[in-house]
């Protein structure tokens, strides 16, 4: 098998094609094991044999990283975090010695900001980009995405490296990119002209930001689903896409289709956990482009299908520098499903729903945000932000309050008969108990009260003492 694989960049398929590869989306699983193994035994020697890093990791190992046998084998290989990266590279900076390329190869420098520690530093270089524009746009062209349409993204264009793939895979797909980018002040405002007055068919964003966007259109007098124009949308960096309320409030809000992307910026923008046009929800893993095991969070064995657990992820063929069993930190739990697009991939059926460390564990249950966001936005009189306010009793035992903003004018009624306003809380408490299994504390907030977020809303306030 040649490796890393050649692509033919002037390749199309015929637009009423469903699959962008036909044989590698609906391959049997059996013969894509084969065939991913294949591709990890080569992107496991390549990366030993190069990698200063990975000669050191992969030293005293029970199976040899240069001659894999098995997808058995390639999980005896030591998962790396994200610690691991950030202790490399602060040891032999900027990129570490994961590098198998020379440092002048290197055509994108990109990386994490480092707001909960030291950033992390990706190089990548010139192939890899071309492979990844390959990949991308196999993906988006399962989306729903043609030549025909217009490709707006509305996300900041810096070291976040989730614009840059929806571009690039959009540009290798032939459609109309408009790079629009996001954060700058009054930019959501000239988001929504241009909105209406380029209708683009298709947006890339967070979930966060779409719904921000069409909260602005209306207070501009803009009705979104009128006068815009979108078919669809495709999100990452943020699990609303798959959270079903908030899912179904952004398709009727546009009057457009979404679908759900992500993994990890250290594995992107090799785009490979992915919905199709079909999917309600849920990401397919597209395994040949990056490899995906669950793996339990505590014993760190690989889980089988239809368990919950950490996704770990493998590059397949990068040369830059490869990242081997990158453990993501985020829970989901994957399965076969019966999607009418007919691909044969695992599945993230709800897409991915938390990380590890957001976990709340609230009298022994567990509870993720994304969960409560699903019951707030199924509530009539929800005013569209929330907070969640953890705290510690005496006792040791975790208390968490849900501050939930309220519609204006259901709020206004409090006024003259708070009354009204405590059977809302009381409502709101009673889903919240039913949907995750616990009781909680409800305070209500008149909408508006919450910042909006023009990129990953922060939603947790953590009160506990270490
Ligand atoms: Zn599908």
Not at 152 to 167: C, D, I
Not at 365 to 389: A, K
């Given at each position: 098998m040649e490796w890393p694989p050649k692509y033919r960049h002037d390749f199309y398929p015929a637009a009423d094609q469903e699959y962008w590869s036909p044989e590698l989306e609906t391959m049997p699983p059996a013969d894509r094991d084969r065939h991913t193994l294949a591709k990890l035994q080569s992107q496991v020697r390549y990366a030993y044999q190069n990698s200063g890093f990975y000669q050191e990791f992969y030293k005293d190992l029970p199976v040899d990283p240069a001659d894999l046998q098995s997808l058995e084998e390639f999980a005896q290989l030591p998962i790396l975090t994200k610690e691991d990266i950030r202790h490399e590279q602060e040891q032999h900076p900027p990129y570490g010695r994961f590098l198998c390329v020379p440092p002048e190869e290197i055509f994108r420098v990109h990386g994490t900001s480092?707001?909960?520690?030291r950033p992390t530093v990706f190089g990548i270089g010139k192939d890899d980009w071309d492979r990844i524009g390959e990949a991308h746009a196999r993906i988006l062209w399962g989306a729903g995405l043609r030549k025909d349409d217009t490709v707006m993204v509305a996300a900041v264009f810096s070291l976040y490296v989730g614009s840059w793939g929806a571009l690039v895979g959009a540009e290798r797909l032939g459609a109309t990119c408009f790079p629009f980018g996001s954060g700058a002040p009054g930019q959501t405002e000239r988001a929504v002209e241009w909105c209406s007055m380029v209708k683009p068919s298709a947006l890339y964003a967070t979930p966060s930001y779409a719904l921000y966007l069409a909260e602005t259109a209306r207070q501009m007098g803009f009705d979104p689903k009128e006068d815009f124009g979108f078919r669809f949308m495709f999100f990452s960096?943020?699990?609303?896409?798959?959270v079903p309320a908030t899912r179904r409030l952004i398709e009727e809000t546009f009057g457009c289709y979404i679908v759900d992307q992500g993994s990890m910026a250290e594995m992107t923008?090799?785009?490979?956990?992915s919905g199709c046009k079909h999917l309600d929800g849920g990401m397919h893993l597209w395994q040949d482009i990056v490899y995906t095991e669950m793996v339990d969070p505590q014993t760190k064995l690989n889980l089988p299908l239809g368990e919950e657990g950490v996704p770990v992820y493998s590059h397949t063929?990068?040369?830059s520098q490869p990242m081997i069993r990158y453990w993501s930190g985020d829970i989901a739990r994957w399965d076969m499903v019966d999607c009418p697009c007919g691909r044969t991939y695992p599945t993230l059926v709800t897409g991915i729903y938390g990380r590890v460390d957001d976990m709340i564990i609230v009298r022994g249950q567990n509870v993720f945000p994304s969960r409560i966001e699903d019951v707030l936005r199924g509530m009539d009189e929800f005013g569209g932000e929330f907070r969640l306010v953890l705290e510690r009793e005496s006792g040791q035992m975790d208390r968490l309050t849900v501050q939930a903003e309220v519609l204006a004018q259901e709020y206004a009624a409090q006024e003259f008969n708070p009354a009204e306003l405590e059977q809302i809380r009381e409502r709101f408490t009673a889903e919240l108990r039913r949907a995750i299994g616990v009781s909680v504390g409800v305070q209500l907030k008149l909408e508006g009260e919450f910042e909006r977020t023009q990129f990953k809303a922060r939603r947790i306030i953590d009160l506990r003492t270490p």
């Amino acid at each position: 098998m040649e490796w890393p694989p050649k692509y033919r960049h002037d390749f199309y398929p015929a637009a009423d094609q469903e699959y962008w590869s036909p044989e590698l989306e609906t391959m049997p699983p059996a013969d894509r094991d084969r065939h991913t193994l294949a591709k990890l035994q080569s992107q496991v020697r390549y990366a030993y044999q190069n990698s200063g890093f990975y000669q050191e990791f992969y030293k005293d190992l029970p199976v040899d990283p240069a001659d894999l046998q098995s997808l058995e084998e390639f999980a005896q290989l030591p998962i790396l975090t994200k610690e691991d990266i950030r202790h490399e590279q602060e040891q032999h900076p900027p990129y570490g010695r994961f590098l198998c390329v020379p440092p002048e190869e290197i055509f994108r420098v990109h990386g994490t900001s480092g707001t909960t520690g030291r950033p992390t530093v990706f190089g990548i270089g010139k192939d890899d980009w071309d492979r990844i524009g390959e990949a991308h746009a196999r993906i988006l062209w399962g989306a729903g995405l043609r030549k025909d349409d217009t490709v707006m993204v509305a996300a900041v264009f810096s070291l976040y490296v989730g614009s840059w793939g929806a571009l690039v895979g959009a540009e290798r797909l032939g459609a109309t990119c408009f790079p629009f980018g996001s954060g700058a002040p009054g930019q959501t405002e000239r988001a929504v002209e241009w909105c209406s007055m380029v209708k683009p068919s298709a947006l890339y964003a967070t979930p966060s930001y779409a719904l921000y966007l069409a909260e602005t259109a209306r207070q501009m007098g803009f009705d979104p689903k009128e006068d815009f124009g979108f078919r669809f949308m495709f999100f990452s960096g943020e699990p609303g896409a798959s959270v079903p309320a908030t899912r179904r409030l952004i398709e009727e809000t546009f009057g457009c289709y979404i679908v759900d992307q992500g993994s990890m910026a250290e594995m992107t923008p090799w785009m490979s956990n992915s919905g199709c046009k079909h999917l309600d929800g849920g990401m397919h893993l597209w395994q040949d482009i990056v490899y995906t095991e669950m793996v339990d969070p505590q014993t760190k064995l690989n889980l089988p299908l239809g368990e919950e657990g950490v996704p770990v992820y493998s590059h397949t063929e990068r040369t830059s520098q490869p990242m081997i069993r990158y453990w993501s930190g985020d829970i989901a739990r994957w399965d076969m499903v019966d999607c009418p697009c007919g691909r044969t991939y695992p599945t993230l059926v709800t897409g991915i729903y938390g990380r590890v460390d957001d976990m709340i564990i609230v009298r022994g249950q567990n509870v993720f945000p994304s969960r409560i966001e699903d019951v707030l936005r199924g509530m009539d009189e929800f005013g569209g932000e929330f907070r969640l306010v953890l705290e510690r009793e005496s006792g040791q035992m975790d208390r968490l309050t849900v501050q939930a903003e309220v519609l204006a004018q259901e709020y206004a009624a409090q006024e003259f008969n708070p009354a009204e306003l405590e059977q809302i809380r009381e409502r709101f408490t009673a889903e919240l108990r039913r949907a995750i299994g616990v009781s909680v504390g409800v305070q209500l907030k008149l909408e508006g009260e919450f910042e909006r977020t023009q990129f990953k809303a922060r939603r947790i306030i953590d009160l506990r003492t270490p």
